[in-house]
């Protein structure tokens, strides 16, 4: 099993920046892929980033590129995103998730492992 436990959310102003950490604990051998979702209120959770654990695959929502970047530091078991430009429609609770399996993918279903998340509030 994995332990995921998200840092660095807050409430900021609209162009401010934030940075989001993800720190696995347990089997931390157990991921391959690990991503960034969100859930607005009233809306679908949905995949933001994505980072391979080997190699250099990412994936990045079209809502975010140019904005968000996913990185990893593989020898603290941590994957952070760095949120730059941030809009109100950033507004959301952020999670991440890891899969153990080797191809990114954008389906919640697709995560076995998840932390509690994280709130994000941006105001105009």
């Known amino acids: 099993q994995v332990q995921l436990v998200e840092s660095g959310g807050g409430s900021v102003q609209a162009g401010d920046s934030l940075r989001l950490s993800c720190t696995a604990s347990g089997r931390t051998n157990s991921w391959n892929v690990m991503g960034w979702f969100r859930q607005a209120p009233g809306a679908e959770r949905e995949l933001v980033a994505a980072?391979?654990?080997?190699?250099?695959?990412?994936y990045y929502a079209e809502s975010v590129k140019g904005r968000f970047t996913i990185s990893k530091d593989i020898a603290k078991n941590t994957v952070n995103l760095q949120a730059n430009s941030l809009k109100s429609e950033d507004t959301a609770v952020y999670f991440c998730?890891?899969?153990?399996?080797?191809?990114?993918?954008?389906?919640?279903?697709?995560?076995?492992?998840w932390g509690q998340g994280t709130q994000v509030t941006v105001s105009s």
């Open positions: 998730a890891g899969k153990a399996g080797w191809a990114i993918a954008v389906r919640v279903s697709d995560y076995e492992y």
């Open positions: 980072i391979s654990r080997l190699g250099s695959s990412t």
